[in-house]
């Protein structure tokens, strides 16, 4: 409804909302007579482009900033409720670290918005993962198996279990590779009490049960529980592999080390025939148990 008189050669700017609009011009000559005409216009906000999100996870806590071209703000969705009310984000605007209530595999959404009806949404799975602790299974979907590391030139993976059968057959492994050079003292290490992780407590038990699998007899397989409570030194157990091509369980009993019920040990580590260098060994672990 609003009008602007011009002279000619003159121009005028009118900012529209988004929607569909009828513009009608007048022109009026010297001598008073008008002639009308009208003009469709259609005012559609571009949709945004190249939406790109950044997260940070650390432990249950994400934190979310995101990206657009052509974005006027954003809209996130964690999740993690039913009916969710998308929490507004402003352009260069990160978000407080919104907490998930528990382990599992989540969609978070953000939902870029143009200033019209005009969006576009981007979605990426967030995992939170599951308390690390005793028994390992290698079976947890939303199980972080890759927590810690490796010293001294050997590899590990997570596998589908070659030698399926016998008292093993379950679907995932885990694989042990110390390559030809690789040092004697070797080996992985396990942090059980990270944010997330749950300690070695002997209170539930001073025994600790591996399944293995090797094609060679005699090598040593160590079990080495480190960063014990009240001053307790590293417990390291030194366990001969017995049977060749097939499962079998090793047993490490810390019993025999006098440890004081109530002793809790934060690192688990894994060496293979320390005795010497690697000569390419490949061994696979499974079931990390602890009992009495």
Do not use: C
Not at 261 to 271: I, M, N, P, Y
């Amino acid at each position: 409804t609003e009008i602007s008189k011009l002279l000619p050669g003159k121009s005028v700017m009118h900012t529209y909302a988004e929607g569909t609009y009828t513009v009608t011009i007048t022109g009026v000559d010297i001598g008073g007579v008008k002639t009308t005409a009208t003009y469709p216009l259609v005012v559609t906000y571009r949709a945004p482009e190249n939406l790109a999100i950044v997260k940070v996870v650390e432990a249950s806590d994400v934190i979310v900033s995101a990206e657009a071209d052509y974005a006027k703000g954003f809209l996130v969705y964690y999740g993690d409720v039913p009916n969710e009310v998308g929490t507004p984000m402003a352009i260069d605007e990160t978000l407080p670290p919104h907490t998930y209530p528990g382990p599992g595999v989540y969609n978070l959404k953000v939902v870029a918005l143009s200033g019209g009806a005009a969006t576009t949404e981007k979605i990426e799975t967030i995992t939170i993962y599951a308390p690390f602790s005793l028994p390992i299974t290698f079976e947890n979907p939303i199980q972080n198996y890759g927590v810690g590391g490796t010293f001294g030139g050997v590899n590990v993976a997570v596998i589908d279990n070659p030698f399926s059968g016998g008292i093993n057959t379950s679907a995932k492994v885990w694989q042990y590779t110390k390559p030809t050079g690789a040092e004697s003292w070797s080996g992985t290490w396990t942090p059980l009490a990270t944010p997330n992780g749950v300690p070695i407590d002997t209170k539930n038990g001073n025994k600790i049960k591996v399944m293995v699998y090797a094609t060679e007899t005699g090598k040593m397989l160590n079990m080495e529980i480190e960063q014990g409570s009240n001053g307790i030194a590293n417990q390291v157990l030194k366990m001969p592999v017995t049977v060749a091509n097939q499962w079998h369980e090793i047993v490490f009993d810390f019993g025999t080390a006098g440890i004081p019920s109530g002793t809790t040990f934060k690192q688990l580590v894994f060496r293979y025939n320390d005795s010497s260098k690697g000569t390419g060994e490949v061994i696979y672990i499974d079931n990390v148990t602890q009992t009495n």
